[in-house]
């Protein structure tokens, strides 16, 4: 028999990335021996902490497959039979308290709820980060609603986004909703794209970069790309180049896959950081010049986006219950639109002035502020 879990590798952090430590996803080859069962008893008898509402659910949304194929509830297993099941969230660890914290609401209805999260929330509970998280303030301003009242570990939760990133989310308000947008998350059949600032030029206007992903051996905090696939997830990021300041460049960038960091981690391997991306090398003067007033007008870019600049502007996916495809986008959030407009200003002054100089010799005093 082969009965394979893969759970959350919970350390506190979230991820523009890897989503699939949101889900429980099992694989259980029916022994020779099994009598006619039907699979969402056998299931309940088989996983540990799982309801039979819940497996209902997962079957309802079509997060059950028997030889690859989607089941109802009342299939009856018989030997030999692969059984695939996706949950959308992990076994409970901890309780979880509301907090009163504002959210920004985009758009909501009975099933499904947008957010634009600012940046600097965490996303959700983990070690060093048990209160002030958007599951925190959801369970707030959702407290009426039964799966915000039955101390889940993530209710609603099925994608999510690191601390620092900003941008648009989809959380569920029930359990039917959850599951089904957990599939689509897990298949990858969602629209994500994000938008970065990175540092260095393009040759390409677009491009893709694969490499598996997996924690750097060196710092286990960080992770790596391993070009040649010998350990990690395989990954793929496609990239557009959407404005060039000559030493830093704006780009959109979709996922492919979703791994923890992805964005981040290809960028660098690509020689491109996230502009003030402190883990991943990107808070340095990386490009440009070695004069004074350059690095005083960089520094001061990295005060205006205290953070890696990296948005998740839009988001596609079908509606749990009307099966209408939804798409949602944002603007930049302030800090990311500031920092754009002064390299907008110090790009079109270098390529204007008839000094060809002008770049060396910065005379923007406003920048030494």
Same mark, same amino acid.
């Given at each position: 028999?082969?009965?394979? +879990? ?35 008893? $056998? ?17 309802? +949304? ?145 491009? *893709? ?25 395989? +990954? ?38 996230? $502009? ?15 004069? *004074? ?9 990295? +005060? ?66």
């Amino acid at each position: 028999m082969v009965d394979e +879990a893969y759970q959350v590798e919970d350390e506190g952090k979230e991820s523009e990335g890897d989503d699939q430590d949101l889900f429980e996803h099992y694989k259980i080859v029916i022994e020779k021996g099994q009598v006619l069962l039907r699979v969402d008893k $056998f299931l309940q008898n088989r996983i540990e902490n799982t309801s039979r509402s819940r497996i209902q659910n997962a079957a309802d +949304a079509g997060n059950i497959h028997v030889n690859g194929k989607p089941v109802k509830s009342n299939y009856k297993v018989k030997p030999f039979d692969v059984v695939a099941v996706v949950f959308a969230y992990p076994p409970r660890d901890r309780e979880l308290k509301p907090e009163n914290i504002p959210l920004d609401i985009v758009y909501e209805d009975d099933d499904v709820i947008i957010i634009n999260k600012k940046p600097g929330m965490v996303v959700h509970p983990g070690f060093g980060n048990y209160s002030g998280t958007l599951i925190n303030a959801v369970l707030y301003h959702f407290h009426n609603l039964p799966l915000f009242q039955q101390n889940q570990p993530r209710p609603g939760l099925v994608h999510r986004l690191d601390k620092n990133t900003s941008g648009i989310m989809v959380l569920a308000k029930n359990e039917f909703a959850m599951t089904h947008l957990a599939r689509q998350f897990f298949e990858r059949t969602t629209q994500r794209r994000y938008v970065a600032l990175v540092w260095g030029d393009f040759k390409e206007d677009e491009g *893709t970069i694969t490499g598996h992903i997996d924690r750097d051996v060196k710092d286990r905090k960080t992770f790596t790309v391993y070009p040649d696939g010998e350990t990690g997830r395989h +990954a793929i990021t496609h990239y557009k180049v959407l404005q060039r300041f000559g030493y830093v460049t704006l780009v959109e960038c979709k996922l492919e896959t979703g791994r923890t960091h992805q964005i981040r981690v290809h960028m660098k391997y690509i020689g491109h950081p996230l $502009f003030n991306d402190e883990v991943y090398g990107g808070d340095k003067v990386l490009k440009g010049t070695t004069f *004074t007033n350059y690095k005083q007008f960089v520094h001061n870019c990295f +005060a205006t986006i205290p953070r890696h600049a990296l948005h998740a502007k839009s988001l596609g996916f079908v509606h749990p219950v009307t099966k209408e495809e939804m798409f949602f986008d944002s603007e930049y959030p302030n800090d990311l639109q500031a920092v754009l407009e002064r390299w907008v200003k110090y790009f079109e002054n270098r390529i204007t002035k008839e000094n060809p100089q002008y770049l060396e010799e910065e005379d923007d005093d406003s920048e030494k502020s």
